[in-house]
């Protein structure tokens, strides 16, 4: 079964530090998006991107956050100056859009130290 | 926003036990999935379920979208069942973002 792909799984940085988040979405997949987990906490949405553009955003997903598709096959999450807040699973996600379903990633646990 | 409520929070088991999990939405919904995030903190997809019955092995799973709830069955449950069962959907009008209920923890016990 086809799978997202993110890496690195663990990501250890210092506060302040910018940091970049990886995903293979599913080859086929139109939609691609980015979810957080705070330790204990429930999912929540950051971004959606379709056709090479943000087509939403939620309020957490501030000036401190962008997303690119750089090239036909990857999808990242760029965090400019971590604070010990940003510490969090980040998920990335894809769908090949209504009336299907989303496949998630296993998964970034970042920790800002 | 769309709220999803899910119940119990808590759920303890005893190996082989079967058990029923619940998830209301406030709104009619485009999508709705249920998730298990296991111990290590991977979501796994489970089921694709906006509307009807499906079954993969010892687990189902019901929606029934004009009473905006649905249900996860699990029946003979296991160790492995262990770990937290996200329900998440899309609203019709547009919004293609999944919104998550809190979850149900599940500790199956030997």
């Known amino acids: 079964e086809p799978e997202v792909t993110q890496t690195p799984s663990h990501q250890v940085t210092q506060m302040g530090q910018e940091v970049i988040l990886r995903c293979v979405p599913i080859s086929n997949h139109l939609y691609f998006y980015w979810y957080r987990q705070i330790l204990g906490q429930k999912v929540e949405f950051l971004v959606s991107?379709?056709?090479?553009?943000?087509?939403?955003k939620s309020e957490i997903f501030d000036d401190q956050f962008s997303v690119e598709r750089p090239d036909g096959s990857n999808f990242t999450l760029k965090i400019r100056s971590t604070k010990l807040e940003d510490s969090a699973m980040y998920f990335c996600?894809?769908?090949?859009?209504?009336?299907?379903?989303?496949?998630f990633g296993s998964g970034t646990r970042l920790t800002v130290v | 926003g769309i709220q999803v409520e899910q119940s119990p929070p808590d759920l303890i088991l005893q190996e082989g036990a079967n058990s029923t999990l619940r998830c209301n939405f406030s709104d009619s919904v485009n999508n709705l999935q249920w998730f298990h995030q296991n111990p290590w903190g991977q979501l796994i997809n489970l089921f694709y379920?906006?509307?009807g019955t499906k079954q993969n092995g010892r687990l189902s799973a019901t929606t029934v979208a004009t009473e905006r709830y649905s249900l996860l069955y699990i029946s003979s449950s296991q160790t492995t069942d262990s770990g937290v069962y996200f329900c998440?959907?899309?609203?019709?009008?547009?919004?293609?973002?999944?919104?998550f209920g809190k979850g149900t923890k599940l500790t199956v016990n030997p």
């Open positions: 991107f379709y056709n090479n553009e943000i087509s939403e």
């Open positions: 998440a959907v899309t609203t019709q009008g547009g919004s293609e973002k999944l919104v």
């Open positions: 379920i906006p509307s």
């Open positions: 996600a894809s769908s090949e859009g209504w009336p299907y379903g989303y496949t």
